[in-house]
């Protein structure tokens, strides 16, 4: 369990593919804190650390991790966003953030605006129905708000405040990449339980 708000970030060392997915090695800054087994959000998907190497960790992605999620998109060199799980004593900060990736989606657009940015990202059909305007949503596990969503141009947006914009790793995003979307299990939730309700 994650709350969207991103500690810091780390750089993919090595990317390599095999035969069950692909293996990954993150340099990153709380390595000294983490063991065999712990789980980091990476990007916004949940992963456990296989291996504690110099520095940083291994991590083991399943295909099925690769189908649904933008992580094998990514190259050595590339940063990514990392938080640790949280623990019962922490503050909620954010919103509640499984790690379970639903789907991936394209950036529209990242800009500038006065001190801020505009972030828009396409927004999958199928998956509409789970964002409100001032609704959560977790984008590449950033805990966002979505400020606007516009249904006919299948978009949303939120705004980045110079603090977030600084502390993740969307300085190195531009449009036409793919960002990892989870949406709020709130929603998802009651909309299970109103199919049932109704006999579904």
């Known amino acids: 369990m994650f709350t969207g708000i991103v500690e810091t970030t780390g750089t993919i060392r090595s990317y390599e593919p095999n035969q069950e997915g692909a ?7 709380f390595a000294s804190e983490l063991a065999l087994g712990d789980s980091v959000a990476t990007n916004g ?6 291996e504690l190497i110099d520095g940083g960790g291994a991590f083991d992605l399943l295909a099925q991790t690769l189908r649904v999620t933008g992580l094998g998109d990514l190259a050595a060199g590339d940063p990514v966003n990392l938080e640790r799980a949280l623990r ?7 919103h509640i953030v499984q790690g379970h990736v639903d789907t991936v989606a394209e950036i529209v657009a990242l800009e500038r605006v006065g001190d801020d940015y505009g972030f828009e990202i396409a927004l999958p059909d199928n998956f509409a129905r789970y964002l409100i305007p001032k609704g959560s949503i977790a984008v590449d596990g950033i805990s966002l708000t979505a400020a606007e969503v516009e249904d006919d141009k299948g978009t949303f947006t939120c705004w980045i405040t110079p603090h977030t914009f ?3 790793n969307l300085a190195k995003r531009s449009a036409g990449e793919r960002v990892n979307l989870e949406f709020d299990l ?3 939730h009651l909309e ?3 199919q049932f ?4």
């Not at 293996?23 to 800054?29: D, K």
């Not at 998907?45 to 296989?50: A, G, M, V």
């Not at 019962?88 to 954010?94: I, Q, S, T, Y």
């Not at 309700?197 to 579904?200: L, M, R, S, V, Y």
Request: some cysteine; glycine content about 12%.
């Open 23 to 29: 293996r990954i090695e993150l340099e990153i800054p």
């Open 45 to 50: 998907c949940c992963l456990t650390i296989s």
């Open 88 to 94: 019962v004593d922490d503050r909620l900060g954010g």
């Open 166 to 168: 600084a502390v993740t």
């Open 186 to 188: 709130l929603a998802k």
């Open 192 to 194: 299970r339980l109103v």
């Open 197 to 200: 309700g109704k006999g579904e």
